[in-house]
T-cell receptor, first 109, second 115 residues
Framework: RKEVEQDPGPFNVPEGATVAFNCTYSNSASQSFFWYRQDCRKEPKLLMSVYSSGNEDGRFTAQLNRASQYISLLIRDSKLSDSATYLCVVPFNDYKLSFGAGTTVTVRA | GAGVSQSPSNKVTEKGKDVELRCDPISGHTALYWYRQSLGQGLEFLIYFQGNSAPDKSGLPSDRFSAERTGGSVSTLTIQRTQQEDSAVYLC?????????????FGEGSRLTVL
């Protein structure tokens, strides 16, 4: 089983829609989780961190389900600028981060 | 600039040639990582440097790959006798070394194409 697995998508949604997708992880000992955003042909950048049951930052909500070992990311009121690949990231140990292959979201006008 | 700087941004080479990729991390960051990203794949961990500690080389895919970090700052990733499967984007990242924050600062990457 891969350390981090994501639905690759693509999720194609109209502006203003809500889109949500999940990430599953194998390391049950992980205490913290992260979502990164990667624009086309650009470097990944941290979007948000998830340390407990969830986190909300504006239109973005991340939720953690430890029992089922998955993290979700929900984007409300989608903007064209939200079009990107979202990478789920789980610490493998004290310093190594395991990255999922990413979920591609395309927001259309 | 204040970000992670990588060079070259693009490199096209012939199979069997050696290549060197350079990374200049953010000043003051003690941790430095190399990751590889192939088309449609997740980031693959290659190597980790932290201060003066021995690096974690566990992700290097073969003995053709090596990396060094001089003076705790600039790092060079070397690939000897390149193969077509080495084609990928090589991403360097740095951090303060406390990964509980989960924030790695990535460079824009070096895109390697092996013909």
């Amino acid at each position: 089983r891969k350390e981090v697995e994501q639905d690759p998508g693509p999720f194609n949604v109209p502006e203003g829609a809500t889109v949500a997708f999940n990430c599953t992880y194998s390391n049950s000992a992980s205490q913290s989780f992260f979502w990164y955003r990667q624009d086309c042909r650009k470097e990944p950048k941290l979007l948000m961190s998830v340390y407990s049951s969830g986190n909300e930052d504006g239109r973005f909500t991340a939720q953690l389900n430890r029992a089922s070992q998955y993290i979700s990311l929900l984007i409300r009121d989608s903007k064209l600028s939200d079009s990107a690949t979202y990478l789920c990231v789980v610490p493998f140990n004290d310093y190594k981060l395991s990255f999922g292959a990413g979920t591609t979201v395309t927001v259309r006008a | 600039g204040a970000g992670v700087s990588q060079s070259p941004s693009n490199k096209v080479t012939e199979k069997g040639k050696d290549v060197e990729l350079r990374c200049d991390p953010i000043s003051g960051h003690t941790a430095l990582y190399w990751y590889r990203q192939s088309l449609g794949q997740g980031l693959e961990f290659l190597i980790y440097f932290q201060g003066n500690s021995a690096p974690d080389k566990s992700g290097l895919p073969s003995d053709r790959f090596s990396a060094e970090r001089t003076g705790g700052s600039v790092s060079t990733l070397t690939i000897q006798r390149t193969q077509q499967e080495d084609s990928a984007v090589y991403l360097c990242a740095s951090s303060w070394g406390i990964t509980n924050t989960g924030e790695l600062f990535f460079g824009e990457g070096s895109r390697l194409t092996v013909l």
